[in-house]
T-cell receptor, first 116, second 113 residues
Framework: NAGVTQTPKFQVLKTGQSMTLQCAQDMNHNSMYWYRQDPGMGLRLIYYSASEGTTDKGEVPNGYNVSRLNKREFSLRLESAAPSQTSVYFCASSEGTRSGGTDTQYFGPGTRLTVL | QKEVEQDPGPLSVPEGAIVSLNCTYS??????FMWYRQYSRKGPELLMY????GNKEDGRFTAQVDKSSKYISLFIRDSQPSDSATYLCATPSMDTGRRALTFGSGTRLQVQP
């Protein structure tokens, strides 16, 4: 099993460009998440999908959109990139069957995005 | 106020030292706490979790929760250079109806050989 995969690994954009970060999991998990990680800020939740067909905003959703394409895939789109979106982006998944958010989250390797 | 606060460090210790990593949390309703470990340029991975008050031990690692002071700790005994990583505490986020986690900012640990 590959676990959680993310593409691309690195990306450099100019301000105003758009791009989509792809995430896929092969663990048959119900829930998927997108985080960004900035120095000194830890992991901050952008969007999450508790189950296929649902998406909800997290702590820092502005400037992003998501699509839960199917049970395996959860993409993150930047419509008009800004330098403030320079960050490392992590996708994660969990079974989503246990109450209270107590599932183990499995993370992908991350995408390093620089917006000039 | 963030739901979980963590001292960012960095923390540098000699090999064999006992390490104490700490977080505080804001909501007394939190009951479930996790510690994730993140190696440089990798995604986080679950190290251990603990429920409510008390201790949980797993090899050289002990997770402790003190609900009276809203304090969670991770102790590492006989620390090794391979323990050098960033350690993040986490708990189910009330802001998401506990459907997702909220993380502390992470403490970077360096164990010197």
């Amino acid at each position: 099993n590959a676990g959680v995969t993310q593409t691309p690994k690195f990306q450099v954009l100019k301000t105003g460009q758009s791009m989509t970060l792809q995430c896929a999991q092969d663990m048959n998990h119900n829930s998927m998440y997108w985080y960004r990680q900035d120095p000194g800020m830890g992991l901050r939740l952008i969007y999450y999908s508790a189950s296929e067909g649902t998406t909800d905003k997290g702590e820092v959703p502005n400037g992003y959109n998501v699509s839960r394409l199917n049970k395996r895939e959860f993409s993150l789109r930047l419509e008009s990139a800004a330098p403030s979106q320079t960050s490392v982006y992590f996708c994660a998944s969990s079974e989503g069957t246990r109450s209270g958010g107590t599932d183990t989250q499995y993370f992908g390797p991350g995408t390093r995005l620089t917006v000039l | 106020q963030k739901e979980v606060e963590q001292d960012p460090g960095p923390l540098s210790v000699p090999e064999g030292a006992i390490v104490s990593l700490n977080c505080t949390y804001s909501n007394s309703a939190f009951q479930y706490f996790m510690w994730y470990r993140q190696y440089s340029r990798k995604g986080p991975e679950l190290l251990m979790y603990t429920y409510s008050s008390g201790n949980k031990e797993d090899g050289r690692f002990t997770a402790q929760v003190d609900k009276s002071s809203k304090y969670i700790s991770l102790f590492i005994r006989d620390s090794q250079p391979s323990d050098s990583a960033t350690y993040l505490c986490a708990t189910p986020s009330m802001d998401t109806g506990r459907r997702a986690l909220t993380f502390g900012s992470g403490t970077r640990l360096q164990v010197q050989p």
